[in-house]
């Protein structure tokens, strides 16, 4: 399966903003743990997996977060 990334500047906006506050939070939390993940280098996320949270495709869950595949360059992390 050929996997799908959105670049980190696109992911500031619900269904994708949900996922940095998970289970809840604030636009000021959503803000500065997207400006960690550029931070970071992280320049884009895929959002696939047989879990969900809403709408959106994830890998894991635990009680306050979740797992998503990120992209540094041409490197995927968890």
Request: aromatic residues 8%.
């Amino acid at each position: 399966m050929k996997q799908s990334f959105v670049k980190i500047s696109k992911i500031t906006e619900p269904p994708y903003s949900d996922i940095w506050v998970y289970p809840k939070g604030t636009k000021s939390q959503i803000k500065s743990r997207i400006k960690e993940l550029g931070a970071l280098g992280v320049e884009s996320i895929s959002f696939q997996g047989e879990l969900q949270v809403g709408t959106i495709s994830i890998l894991g869950k635990g009680y306050v977060g979740v797992v998503v595949l990120g992209k540094i360059g041409r490197k995927k992390l968890l």
